[in-house]
């Protein structure tokens, strides 16, 4: 029967019916082959391998054999590749390849019938096999005994030659001609060939090594190393182009101070280099093993500058404000100055997005005349992305910390771990608990990565970790980490960066003389209108679409205005919008998220109807417990007559039902809507309020003071009330900020009533 499946060339690489390999794909056609195959094919692609690996391959040079694979599984990873178990199922004719789409072929496939074999013809064959290969296992300390269980379980002549054909090793163009083979007889016959090809190898390089002293001392392991070398070349005919590479990596090694483990181990690997054959598989991965392991920077250090004043001055030229992080590396420098030999700290900058906690990082590292590499593991779930796969994999490679510090090229980088509050512990493994590996100076400096097996000293790294929120960092990790929080720019530390380092870099990259006017009002007013930010990433990238577009006008003047801004930019995009009818039951809140202090708008209503509570506008569970104490506190005070309540339902309602808004620090605000529109009294819109009730009125403390602070100035408001125990928060808060609001600090619900609700009682 004649039918047709999505083929995919596998470059260098066979497999076999009954054979399962892993694949790591990165490019996209393969990719969209495997969903075309999930999705038409049931999980199955026609595997086909090119015979010249090595140049253009046409159609036409495709054979005509191939072998149909199912998609055992598939994951994808968070670099964007996709990891495949393929399991081979059998071999099939192709009639015909065609193109399927413009850069995807397929093939009318057909299933082979093969003449039954004459039975003591194919008995014979089959014990012949056996005993041979049970020959060369005897031979082979590295085959496992397990292969003989799998071949006695099956008794047929096609699969016997498959499967052992699968773990020999043989090179790619010997398999590739097994795969070609439909005659199981003949490919049985030569198979018993290249065994015993194989097995006669062993007995060499058993003899090799008997022709050796055996019983060495430490003064005669030079001597055994250069004899034996000797023996391998006569044995193998080696020619010196061959052996120019293992001399090098003899020379790295002798020159690398590593412990006597660890020489010993690669010393082991080079050796085995020299008794394989360069066209066997595992010459390859040996290579690539040693390549990685003697290119890591063991004993290679940066001087690091530990002038406390040229590294402030460097990261005050390249960064405003952040002066708690500035402080901390003032202080590190100072200590290393006293101990050299003084444990990094393990910093972890939380704040909103765009504050700049990245290339602060990155100023540290040029700073210190340190190299400087960035790992982000937002979204990881995959432990071995930071730890690397074991060599027995294919296309295994070492972790993400390994190949930074063999990119940065020093074993004392910086390297920043970036969005460690994102991520993912599932049935792939815990990357958190990697890092406390990685982390801790009590541990890292033996970490051990997969790939290269051997321990490395990560004491030298400083790390720097960054994360949004230090509520979904996990605790084990948070625990160990020195937390310091930078929060959001005001309007005036925003005005100070745009006028000081963003506008000058903005001219320095467009190559521009000439450049524009804008008053401090007008530079306010861009920042008011068209950006919504706890940083100034977004205002950086506006500033560079308004200069782009001034400098293309070929304006004469370059005096910008609010209007211009209009003109260049168009209507404003995020013009404040305060409530500004006074409307009872509408009160604003200030409330705390990932991207900063932002103000909201709580809305109740009550009416007649069944006694409950309703709360809309996507609210966590957190604070619908807030709306509940409430109207539990209301209804038990002496603010509202004891029938108030009855049959009445209480609405409470945050717009922008889009978002998600989560915590504790609108009860408040709820309070106060609620007894606003029971009692008819309108609240002033230019009045704010941030803090927790309990059951009894006290007024609780809350978090995130100083960003909620700034929203209310930038959204306009006058008057702020927050609870009393946050009162030594406000020394964080900004002078401009303070001067310009009006806070009140409470501790108990009656100074509010008294203010708000006793005298205007309509």
């Known amino acids: 029967m004649d039918y047709t499946l999505l083929v995919m060339l596998l470059k260098d690489l066979v497999i076999l019916p009954f054979q399962e390999i892993k694949l790591e794909l990165k490019d996209e056609i393969s990719k969209k082959i495997i969903k075309l195959s999930n999705k038409k094919y049931s999980d199955r692609v026609l595997i086909v391998s090119p015979i010249a690996s090595d140049k253009e391959t046409s159609v036409d040079d495709l054979p005509k054999v191939g072998v149909i694979a199912y998609i055992k599984s598939k994951i994808e990873l968070s670099n964007g590749n996709l990891r495949l178990t393929l399991r081979g199922e059998k071999r099939v004719k192709i009639l015909e390849y065609r193109s399927f789409t413009e850069d995807i072929i397929d093939a009318q496939i057909t299933d082979i019938v093969l003449p039954k074999l004459e039975a003591t013809t194919e008995e014979v064959t089959k014990r012949k096999l ?61 198979l018993i060939k290249d065994i015993n090809i194989e097995i006669k190898y062993n007995e060499l390089d058993e003899k090799i090594s008997n022709n050796v002293e055996i019983r060495l ?91 406390v004043k040229t590294v402030l001055n460097h990261l005050n030229k390249s960064h405003y404000g952040l002066y708690l992080i500035k402080e901390r590396i003032e202080d590190y420098v100072n200590a290393k100055n006293i101990n050299e030999e003084i444990a990094n700290p393990i910093i972890c900058l939380v704040g909103p ?109 400083l790390f720097i970790l960054t994360a949004n929120s230090v509520d979904t960092v ?48 007008t530079i306010i007013y861009l920042i008011n209108n068209y950006t919504k930010e706890a940083g100034v990433r977004n205002l950086q990238r506006i500033l560079k679409t308004l200069v782009t577009k001034v400098i293309s006008s070929k304006k004469e003047s370059l005096t910008i205005t609010n209007e211009d801004l209009k003109k260049y930019l168009k209507e404003p995009i995020n013009e404040i919008k305060l409530n500004k009818k006074e409307l009872p039951g509408i009160v604003n809140a200030l409330a705390y998220t990932n991207l900063g202090g932002v103000a ?61 808004k989560e915590g504790p620090s609108c009860g408040i605000a709820i309070t106060t809507a609620i007894l606003s529109v029971i009692l008819n009294v309108k609240i002033d819109p230019l009045v704010a309020f941030s803090g927790e009730i309990s059951l009894k009125g006290n007024i609780l403390p809350i978090g995130g003071l100083k960003e909620k602070l700034i929203a209310a100035y930038n959204n306009g408001i006058k008057k702020v009330y927050i609870p009393e125990d946050n009162s030594n928060d406000l020394l964080e808060v900004p002078k401009q900020i303070i001067d310009n609001l009006e806070i009140k600090l409470v501790n108990n619900y009656d100074t509010i009533y008294k203010d708000l609700f006793k005298n205007n009682i309509a």
């Not at 061959?242 to 660890?262: F, G, Q, R, V």
């Not at 603010?639 to 209480?650: D, L, P, W």
């Open 130 to 190: 056996k005993t041979t290969l049970e020959e060369y296992i005897s031979t082979n300390s590295s085959v496992s005994n397990s292969i003989l269980k799998t071949i006695n379980e099956n008794d047929d002549l096609g699969f016997l030659t498959d499967a052992i054909t699968s773990f020999l090793p043989l090179d790619f163009s010997k398999k590739h001609n097994y795969m070609l083979e439909l005659n199981s007889e003949k490919r049985a016959l030569s």
């Open 217 to 307: 001392t430490k003064e005669q392991e030079e001597y055994y190393l250069k004899e034996k070398l000797k023996e391998i070349e006569n044995a193998l005919n080696i020619k010196e182009s061959e052996l120019e590479d293992i001399n090098k990596y003899l020379d790295i090694l002798n020159n690398l101070k590593l412990s006597s483990k660890t020489h010993e181990k690669l010393l082991n690997e080079i050796d085995k280099l020299k008794r394989i054959p360069k066209t066997s598989p595992e010459y390859g991965v040996i290579v690539s093993y040693l390549e990685w392991v003697l290119s890591l920077p063991w004993q290679n250090e940066s001087t690091e500058n530990l002038n």
């Open 353 to 461: 997005p765009g504050i700049g906690k990245t290339t602060i990082s990155k100023s540290i590292a040029e700073a210190l005349n340190r190299e400087f590499a960035k790992i982000s593991v937002g979204g990881l779930n995959d432990a071995t992305e930071l730890v690397g796969s074991r060599r027995t994999y294919l296309g295994a490679l070492p972790g993400k910390i390994m190949q930074s510090l063999k990119k940065c090229g020093t074993n004392n980088p910086v390297i920043l771990i970036d969005e460690v509050d994102k991520m993912v512990k599932d049935y792939k493994g815990d990357p958190a608990s990697i890092l406390l590996d990685v982390l801790d100076s009590n541990q890292n400096k033996s970490f051990v990565d997969n790939y290269i097996e051997e321990p490395f000293d990560l004491s030298h790294v």
């Open 474 to 521: 996990p605790y084990t990790l948070y625990d160990r980490l020195e937390i310091i929080n930078l929060s959001s720019y005001t309007v005036f530390e925003k005005l100070d960066i745009a006028k000081k380092y963003l506008l000058p870099k903005i001219y320095a990259d467009f190559k521009i003389t000439k450049k524009l006017i804008m008053k401090d009002d």
């Open 600 to 660: 909201l708008t709580v809305e109740a209503s009550v009416y007649n109807g069944e006694e409950k509570v309703i709360t809309t506008g996507s609210l966590g569970d957190v604070l619908k417990e807030s709306v509940y104490v409430a109207s539990s506190f209301i209804k038990e005070s002496d603010y509202v007559n004891s029938t108030a309540f009855y049959n009445r339902t209480i609405h409470i309602h945050i717009p922008d039902n889009a978002s998600k």
